[in-house]
């Protein structure tokens, strides 16, 4: 049987670290990220004997939001459970988590359907050492107790490049609405693949399969495609899937069987007898009277519709919110400006140029130079025809250095246009002059040398030549 005889069925289980000041059941700092370690803890998040816990409110509403974001169901009650489950780097010997209730349910995004989001609690970490010439693992609990949201899809999805999606879009998700900064590389997001293979046509599903491990986008594309190509050639051999849980090694791009899969009972999950169930009633209530923010496909579409620019601009854009806050400073001043409505050029010239340059220094939108006013004055010069593609990107240049008004550069630098053929006619003299195998080369038909000739004289002028009257003056005097 052939490769494309089987069918592969993906879920996703994504875990994001929430943005909250303290953890999710004690008063610590939430501060996972910091250096100095076992320094934001307390008897609670150590587990003392005695210690209660207190759920953090701030967590409950952000997985609120999360669910109103995806068009989820919210529980009007919901309660945490013990999930017996022993980590060496969580105190208490189990987790705090939510199983039978979870705050939301029945969500959907890319059309790919969400089963539940709940809150639980984050592990510590574990760091493995030489003391003393011997090894050792260390732990740090300053992670230990931050609230930790858990999205659970269904296994709708069929690819990996449709997984890839659902963890991008819903990554922007976190960010639009402040709640996780979401950042995979620092551990703040995570994803884990379920994955099994059943040929084209049957309905029943194969073996699941789950990959841990996973860091970065680019990684669970590439352990989705490895499973289904293992999977698959185990089963065009005649052999079975286990149903395991597989760790990612990023190094050797493939997955390496790490223990069997455990099922729900394994977890003998049961109420937390410390905790009382809890309304969300009062938190709903108070999220709308918040407004929810702009969620990214809202901004997608209205950046197209107000701006006039294509997808492809549109998505740079929303991919960074505080990028899109700064260029829709600058478009609305733009329209205003100019009495349009097309702002591709301000978006080629935002995306293309100044991103650039921004990436080659290392800087974030906040450390520009370059008003977003200054941008739009800019731009409107482009598109009035003041300026050469090579006068624009030597001035960009000079207001992302300084910060200065475009204006006062082109009036510092002598920056101008030369369109008229008084100024441009003796340049191109002068360069035929100097070239004189070139101008036999194209009068004997090699087209090329045109090209050599506009170059040398686009020199010449320092770039300030208009290109379209540059070229149409040479052709004329080239005859």
Known sequence: ??????????????????????????????????????????????????????????????????????????????????????????PKGYQISQYDNPLVADGNLLGVRIKRVHLEEDTGRLLHSLAGGNEATLVDFNRAGVPLMELVTEPDIRTAEQAAAFAKELQLILRYLDISAADMEKGQMRVEVNISLRPIGVEELGVKVEVKNINSFRAAFDAINYEIKRQTEILEKGGIIDQETRGWDENAKKSKSQRSKESAHDYRYFPEPDLPVFSTVEMLAEIEKEEMPELPEERRKRFQDIYNMDAKSAEVLIFDKSA????????????????????????????????????????????????????????????????????????????????????????????????????????????????????????????????????????????????AKLRTILEKELG
């Open 324 to 467: 899109g806050d700064y260029f829709e400073v600058a478009a609305e001043i733009l329209k205003k400006i100019n009495s349009k409505t097309d702002c591709q050029i301000l978006a080629n010239y935002f995306n293309s140029d100044l991103r650039g340059l921004m990436a080659e220094s290392n800087l974030e939108i906040t450390d520009l130079k370059i008003r977003p006013e200054d941008l739009a004055d800019f731009s409107a010069r482009v598109e009035r025809g003041e300026l050469s593609s090579r006068l624009a990107k030597d001035l960009l240049l000079k207001m992302f250095e300084t910060g200065e008004k475009p204006e006062d550069l082109i009036k510092k630098e002598g920056i101008k246009l030369m369109s008229g053929e008084e100024e441009l006619l003796p340049i191109i003299k002068e360069v035929m002059k100097k070239n004189p195998a070139a101008v036999a080369d194209y009068k004997a038909g090699k087209t090329a040398a045109l090209q050599f000739l506009f170059g040398q004289t686009m020199a010449k002028t320092r770039g300030q030549a208009d290109p």
């Open 1 to 90: 049987m052939g490769y494309m005889a089987y069918e592969a069925v993906i879920g996703l289980e994504i875990h994001a670290e929430l943005k909250t000041k303290t953890k999710m059941f004690c008063g610590c700092a939430n501060e996972p990220e910091l250096a100095e370690a076992n320094k934001n803890v307390c008897p609670i998040c150590l587990a003392h004997p005695g210690a209660m816990p207190v759920a953090n409110r701030e967590a409950i509403k952000s997985v609120i939001k999360l669910g109103l974001a995806v068009g989820g169901r919210i529980a009007d009650e919901s309660h945490f459970d013990r999930k017996s489950y022993f980590y060496p780097d969580l």
